[in-house]
């Protein structure tokens, strides 16, 4: 008779753990293959397969998208990345894609990888990630397209951090507009944002960041960083910042391109730092607008600043033809640092304008070039302006300067103040206007303390080949201002 032997203990114990890992690991391979990847990453247009992972919930992408950050967030997941594989056709949806949590959207490149929403209403992709620090998270290397019509957005920014990097909004499928009615649209806690490298354009209009009472908190901080707005549906308001009666954003255009696409800052801080803004029609509104209305007093930080930019009409059909290339009206500011400027010679460079009441201001410092038969700006009626000019010679005095359609220092000025027949002003700051100079219809300085009937005036000082001087406020043609023995405004 032949007995069992006794197995020892250890020996089970071993046994049993190689069951229990050998368990852990089909079920780290199921896992694996049934979200299509590891590690926070799932592959979305798995779901289209003929064997479509269990996750995967809907008809369309937008559908397939959303079911996978579900997944994804109920294995733990706080963010992660949704990877679109490339094709020959655009992935068409209705289905609004809404992500709670920071996932990427990752596609092969705008000419490979094309999601197109065809619904004529609601939003493609919102990003409703809340008030956040981590950034790095948003649409990278794809086209979103819209459906060329409708009320529809393309994507909306409810959310801090969010990055679109190599991304085409609008554009066109098929050789056909494809655009949404608006193609950026910022929503609440939409600050640290990046945009990159990116195509807005065919959009109704390619870019809104409200000022109302809502959005809150955002603004901080927005960055668009060589992104080009083109051929919106209107050239006016094509991409605006703000709105009036609200504290606006904090906006930064890094070498951006505004091709047939106008710029409207209100009551915002927006900062141009080179950049290129081109005509490929014609049209009767500025490149650029500022307005600001005071609002609680904040006029002074409201403002848009160009920095070493690039003006270029392509004429003769694609020109400018209303009041100037860039305008300021009420309590705007214009601060140009550097200026390329290629543009019709029939406009004043900048308009300035009163408009509902305020006082624009405009600063000028070493244009790159000269304006060879217009003059630099022109003054609204009743305006109050004020002006700093560090140009040289032949662009700020070559053609004079005017207001109200007059000239008041013509480039023939180059003798006393007035007294030669030129029309040349000067005002001493006594005035009830807070020491600015105001153009009347004729063109004279009546906010100096005198009657208009006194002008022009003259104190003895004055030396031939200077033309004018403001005593309070700065630079004028070729001659910084003095105050006299006897109070009076007198060249230095």
């Known amino acids: 008779m032949i007995q069992n032997e006794a197995v020892p203990l250890e020996s089970w114990s071993c046994s049993i753990i190689r069951l229990v890992l050998f368990v852990l ?74 992500l709670m949590r920071p996932f990427n959207i990752r596609g092969q490149g705008p000419d490979a990888t094309c999601l197109q929403y065809v619904s004529q209403s609601g939003t493609a992709v919102s990003y409703s990630t809340g008030d956040r620090v981590a950034a790095g998270y948003g649409l990278h290397d794809l086209q979103l397209a819209g459906p060329g019509g409708g ?83 209107l050239f006016t308001n094509c991409v ?9 954003p904090q906006v ?3 070498s951006s391109s505004f091709d ?35 609002y609680l007093g904040f006029s002074g930080p409201h403002s848009t600043t160009m920095v070493g930019a690039q003006i270029f009409d392509n004429p003769p059909n694609a020109i400018i033809s209303g009041r100037s290339l860039l305008e300021v009206d009420r309590y705007g500011s214009l601060n140009i640092f550097g200026l390329s400027d290629r543009a019709s010679m029939l406009l004043p460079l900048v308009y300035l304008d009163v408009a509902a009441g305020g006082t624009p201001r405009f600063s000028i410092f070493a244009p790159d070039n000269e304006r060879t ?4 700006y022109s003054v609204a009626p009743g305006t109050f302006p004020i002006i700093m000019n560090l140009s040289n010679g032949q662009f700020d005095a070559q053609n004079g300067y005017k207001a109200n359609g007059q000239t008041v220092i013509p480039a023939s000025a180059n003798g006393y103040h007035g007294t030669q027949g030129a029309k040349v002003q000067m005002s001493d700051g006594t ?29 003895g000082t004055e030396v031939a080949g200077h033309v004018a001087c403001w005593k309070s406020t ?18 230095k």
Not at 55 to 74: E, F, K, P, Q, V
Not at 153 to 182: R, Y
Not at 477 to 490: K, Q, T, Y
């Open 25 to 98: 690991v089909l079920a780290v391979i199921g896992r694996a293959q049934t979200a299509g990847n590891s590690d926070g990453k799932l592959i979305v247009t798995a779901c289209g397969s003929n064997n479509p992972p269990g996750w995967c919930a809907g008809s369309d992408i937008g559908a397939w998208t959303n079911s996978a950050a579900s997944y994804l967030t109920s294995l733990g997941y706080s963010g992660g990345e949704l990877s679109i594989e490339p094709t020959s056709v655009c992935y068409q949806f209705s289905t609004p894609i809404v």
């Open 151 to 233: 009320t529809s957005t393309g994507i909306l920014l409810n959310g801090s951090g969010v990055v679109v990097e190599n991304v085409v909004i609008g554009g066109k499928v098929n050789g056909a507009q494809a655009g949404f009615h608006v193609g950026m649209l910022f929503g609440s806690n939409a600050y640290l944002s990046r945009f990159s490298h990116s195509l807005i354009q065919h959009n109704d209009q390619n870019v809104y960041f409200p000022g109302a009472a809502t959005p809150l908190n955002s603004g901080e901080n927005v960055v668009f960083d060589h992104v080009t707005f083109s051929n919106g549906g």
């Open 240 to 248: 605006q910042v703000g709105d009036l009666g609200y504290d606006g």
């Open 252 to 254: 930064t255009f890094i």
């Open 260 to 294: 047939n696409c106008q710029l409207v800052n209100k009551n915002s801080m927006v900062t141009l730092i080179g950049g290129h803004l081109e005509l490929v029609s014609h049209q009767s509104n500025p490149y650029v607008l500022t307005v600001d209305d005071n």
């Open 373 to 376: 038969t217009s003059e630099l």
């Open 431 to 459: 005035g009830p206007s807070g020491n600015f100079s105001k153009f009347a219809a004729d063109g004279s300085l009546t906010d100096s303390g005198y009657a208009p009937s006194a002008f022009p005036l003259k104190t």
């Open 474 to 491: 700065g630079v004028i043609g070729h001659c910084a201002s003095a105050v006299g023995g006897d109070g009076a405004c007198v060249c």
